[in-house]
């Protein structure tokens, strides 16, 4: 379908702290779009950390307009931001890529989609010049004026807002025509959009989402950001000041307030803006309405939003096209908000994780499935899990380098790839890979069902500690006894070839080993080489989470003889044999793997942390918090 260059596919609108950035970024992969943002605090070029704007690092790579637009000092209208959203949408249309606006500013949104009153430019100072003619007029003289000449447009003001009155008589004078009319003549057509989409994670879950956000940003040094501007020089009363939140750091930096005081200022502020905000957006229409479960997860995928985007634009962005044109001061029609309550199939059984590696990107028999998007303080997981059924039991399967093989082993963002799993309520994990075997007596096609690591991996972080808080977790024993047990008698049961125990040597990569290495990895008596799952194992022990490997052998490591005269068609015909068995496996694994609790991986978390909980910065509890490893509220105030 050919789409007009002034329009847009999908709009992400709710309150602040919703998770809005974060699904438009993950969307706009699927989507091949760029993101165009709505946001009045973002446009500002020197200020980011009381924002919520994503850094460029943060981006992924997806072009972001309309951030960073706007140096502080300059003052940026709701016209301003339409007149450049329809340049970057034109751009970006010019691209052939799709748009998707993003933000929470609902004047900016409902302008860019409404149309605004965009009148001819006037002569700098004329309006000033008549305002000040008028100075010595008393405002009910000015009223009775209006009423005269603009009688519609009067009933519309209130008889004591003299500036309204003011700017009312200036047009009605410079254009010689009633406001309606010249309001219908400069009227612009509004952008087209093919959805919207409302994020309110619900009032209780929004408040704590704002305090665990406005915390974070203090943390993150908001004061820092605020002090360093003042000390260069700028103006305590530049309009990009007025962001939210920002006058108060300022008021606290001139101490007039104490830092705990400025905290909960702002974290009331902020509440007391999301309300508005959804006052705002439920004035609007044609907004479907998602609750991001918990706060933690968004069980939305792709699909799911296009095709609801195309009832809504069947049944509402039609409507408004061809229904009465509609202005600003007629009001916006209340509409009903639909609310979605995201189907899932209930079981009793708990959630079981399934991390893929090399040529196992997908599961099968995986049914219901619903891919979803879960966001974690360590960033986002590789790709969204596909969460689902196999047969009875639920699972939440991640491919570990992403959806068309991605990430190197030491790009792969394990920590939020493992906290990702714990927000979908999972506790015990199912890891493949492939690897290269060590050993003679494992042949390419065999299984290894591993019990041990060496890890040999350089630099990745491989840790949930840090940033002042010391754990120091058990690990002599990596893998999951009673998930490996399960995973053997599984391979039994489907007659593969395999090794019920073995040493899983993991390198940094991503190049092969040297010869000499892999002769000194042999006298390692280590059995398969791989470059992922010690990282994922530890982390996922940190946690207290069971992991267990399922490694398929796909060849030879080079200080094997026949090494070189393997062929990478070899190797993908044994990996594909062996991706076959590892599904049979899977299968089988979780039919028959029993309640959780016969081992001791869910107590790793209780003996690890040594730092005392009250000295543990708060960014870094709420993030363990995250895990469960510390409660939110455990230790001091922040
Ligand atoms: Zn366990």
């Known amino acids: 379908m050919v789409r007009a260059l002034d329009s847009v596919d999908l709009a992400i609108l709710g309150p602040t702290a919703s998770g809005k950035s974060r699904l438009a970024l993950s969307l706009a992969h699927r989507m091949n779009a760029e993101i165009v943002s709505a946001d009045s605090r973002q446009i500002y070029r020197e200020i980011s950390v009381g924002t919520g704007k994503l850094l460029p690092e943060e981006r992924e790579g997806i072009p972001h307009h309309l951030l960073d637009l706007c140096p502080i000092t300059e003052a940026f209208s709701a016209g301003d931001f339409v007149r450049e959203a329809r340049k970057a949408i034109a751009g970006i249309r010019a691209r052939g890529k799709r748009v998707i606006v993003c933000g929470g500013t609902g004047l900016y949104v409902e302008s860019l989609f409404s149309g605004i009153v965009d009148l001819p430019p006037r002569p700098p100072g004329q309006y000033e010049e008549y305002r000040q003619g008028l100075e010595a007029v008393p405002t009910d003289a000015l009223y009775a004026r209006l009423r005269e000449s603009d009688p519609e447009r009067a009933t519309d003001l209130h008889p004591n807002d003299r500036v309204r009155i003011l700017r009312a008589l200036y047009l009605r004078e410079e254009f010689s025509l009633p406001s309606a009319v010249l309001f219908e003549s400069f009227r612009t057509q509004g952008v087209e959009c093919g959805a919207i989409i409302g994020l309110d994670p619900g009032r209780e879950n929004r408040q704590s989402l704002i305090e665990s956000r406005v915390r974070a940003m203090f943390a993150n040094g908001w004061i820092e950001e605020v002090e360093a501007l003042l000390k260069g020089g700028v103006d305590p009363a530049a309009p990009g000041f007025n962001s939210l939140g920002y006058r108060e750091v300022i008021a606290f930096l001139k101490g007039q307030m104490t830092r705990p005081a400025l905290v909960e200022a702002v974290i009331l502020k902020t509440r007391q803006y999301a309300k508005r905000q959804m006052t705002w957006f439920r004035h609007m229409e044609g907004i479907r309405w998602v609750a991001p479960g918990a706060g933690k997860t968004i069980p939305w995928s792709f699909s799911q939003i296009m095709v609801r985007s195309k009832k809504i634009a069947a049944d509402t962005i039609d409507g408004i096209r061809e229904g009465e ?51 974690t303080p360590w960033g986002q997981p590789s790709d969204p899990y596909m969460v689902g059924m196999i047969g009875e039991i639920p699972v939440a399967f991640l491919s570990r380098h992403g959806a068309g093989h991605r990430y190197l082993p030491g790009e792969i963002n394990y920590r939020a790839n493992i906290a990702g799993f714990v927000a979908l309520g999972v506790r015990r994990i199912l890891s493949v890979s492939a690897v290269g075997s060590l050993k003679e007596s494992i042949v390419p096609g065999d299984m ?51 090794h019920g125990k073995g040493t899983y040597l993991c390198m940094e990569g991503p190049a092969f080993s040297t010869q000499a290495e892999s002769f000194l990895y042999r006298q390692f008596n280590a059995d398969v080489i791989g470059m992922t799952n010690v990282t994922e194992a530890r982390l996922a022990r940190e946690a207290g989470l069971c992991y267990a490997t399922l490694a398929l052998s796909t060849d030879f490591d080079c200080w094997h003889p026949d090494h070189d005269a393997v062929t990478v068609a070899d190797v993908l ?16 694994a979780l039919e028959t793997v029993g309640p959780a609790g016969g081992c001791k991986c869910q107590e790793a978390p209780k003996t690890a942390l040594v730092t005392h909980p009250d000295s543990i910065p708060a960014a870094t509890r709420n993030k363990l918090a995250f895990l469960g490893i510390l409660k939110a509220e455990e230790g001091g105030r922040p």
């Open 573 to 588: 015909a044994v990996m594909e044999k062996n991706v076959s068995t590892a599904n049979r496996i899977l299968e089988r």
């Open 448 to 498: 290894v069902v591993v019990d041990q690591f060496i890890d040999w991996t350089k630099g990745r972080p491989s840790t949930f500690y840090g940033q002042g808080a010391v754990g120091h977790t058990g690990f002599a024993h990596p893998i999951c006894p009673d998930l490996a047990k399960t995973l053997v008698e599984a391979c039994r049961s489907v007659k593969a070839r395999h």
């Open 325 to 375: 044109p509609r202005h600003m001061s007629q009001g916006i029609k209340r509409s009903t908000p639909a609310r979605n309550a995201v189907s899932v199939k209930r079981s009793n059984k708990e959630r079981i994780g399934i991390i893929g590696g090399s040529g196992l990107y997908h599961l099968k028999g995986l049914s219901d499935l619903r891919p979803t998007v879960v966001e």
